[in-house]
């Protein structure tokens, strides 16, 4: 276990209020784990930046748990879009060590029993007496568990006038627009379930899917997979159940956009960069 640790509870990381919450060092002494009635406590291998290399501990936090004086929980979205917001470049190593335990302590909450019997899962040990990174075992039918990754899709979609299109989701806030996103379904490809959602959500064809970027996106336990895309065919029709509007925008009459540190918003602004 190393000296220092994020501290979660719920959907927020914690973190003292003095300083600035969104520049200073998120993984704190793990002493003061002795103010906070415990939840659970880990250390796994950090790969992080595609090296396996190092360790992060994290510590979650009972919801019903009161947060001492001076201390605050801040949601991990609003967290995200703080850093951006600060300059700090979303893929940091900081960020994807937070999003790395965050998704681990998600986990751990999740997989307390055995899925297949019920029984009380153990950590997993491996090499004799050491952990073997994040899993969980069975000690009743020997079923081991790892983390759940679930795979989305979100594609940025342009016409050939140099729009974008983009989409109003019962979820939102008033006003704010984003990119046409959804999880993979079983036996289909990327490419195959970017064009299946936004044919979906928007009534249109696309073509020319290609592979943009991506970004581990706990909310929950999923793996963003960003493609672009151009309109093929159809008349852009919402589809009333998760999308209430959708409609091409130009770069001069862009709607509220996701903030800062979403994956959505930072391809958008790839797009506006041309």
């Given amino acids: 276990m190393g000296e220092r640790a994020f501290f979660f509870q719920g959907v927020s990381v914690l973190a003292p209020e003095e300083g600035d919450a969104a520049v200073q060092e998120l993984e704190i002494p793990l002493a003061y784990v002795e103010?906070?009635?415990?939840?659970?406590?880990?250390?796994?291998?950090?790969?992080?930046?595609?090296?396996?290399?190092?360790?992060?501990?994290?510590?979650y936090l009972p919801a019903e748990a009161t947060l001492p004086p001076r201390w605050q929980a801040i949601p991990?979205?609003?967290?995200?879009?703080?850093?951006?917001?600060?300059?700090?470049?979303?893929?940091?190593?900081?960020?994807?060590?937070?999003?790395?335990?965050?998704?681990?302590?998600?986990?751990?909450?999740e997989s307390l029993f055995c899925g297949s019997c019920g029984s009380k899962n153990t950590d997993a040990v491996f090499n004799g007496d050491e952990p073997g990174?994040?899993?969980r075992q069975c000690p009743s039918c020997g079923r081991m568990e790892?983390?759940?990754?679930?795979?989305?899709?979100?594609?940025?979609?342009?016409?050939?006038?140099?729009?974008?299109?983009?989409?109003?989701?019962?979820?939102?806030a008033p006003g704010l627009y984003s990119l046409i996103a959804g999880f993979v379904e079983a036996g289909e490809n990327l490419e195959a379930a970017a064009a299946r959602e936004v044919r979906e959500e928007t009534g249109i064809e696309i073509r020319g899917i290609q592979y943009a970027a991506s970004q581990p996106w706990p909310f929950?336990?999923?793996?963003?997979?960003?493609?672009?895309?151009?309109?093929?065919?159809?008349?852009?029709?919402?589809?009333?159940?998760?999308?209430?509007?959708?409609?091409?925008?130009?770069?001069?009459?862009?709607?509220?956009?996701?903030?800062?540190?979403?994956?959505?918003?930072?391809?958008?602004?790839?797009?506006?960069?041309g």
């Fill in 35 to 59: 103010h906070f009635p415990l939840s659970d406590i880990f250390t796994v291998p950090a790969v992080v930046g595609g090296a396996e290399g190092g360790a992060i501990s994290g510590v």
């Fill in 76 to 109: 991990v979205r609003q967290m995200l879009s703080l850093l951006a917001d600060s300059r700090i470049d979303g893929e940091t190593e900081q960020t994807g060590r937070m999003l790395r335990a965050f998704h681990i302590a998600q986990w751990r909450q």
């Fill in 133 to 135: 990174g994040p899993a």
């Fill in 220 to 273: 929950p336990h999923s793996l963003m997979i960003c493609f672009t895309a151009r309109h093929a065919s159809g008349a852009v029709k919402p589809d009333g159940v998760e999308i209430e509007d959708a409609q091409w925008f130009s770069r001069g009459n862009l709607p509220t956009l996701p903030g800062p540190g979403a994956t959505a918003r930072r391809l958008i602004d790839r797009w506006l960069e």
């Fill in 146 to 172: 790892f983390p759940r990754i679930a795979p989305a899709v979100m594609t940025l979609v342009t016409n050939d006038e140099g729009k974008i299109l983009l989409a109003h989701n019962k979820t939102f």
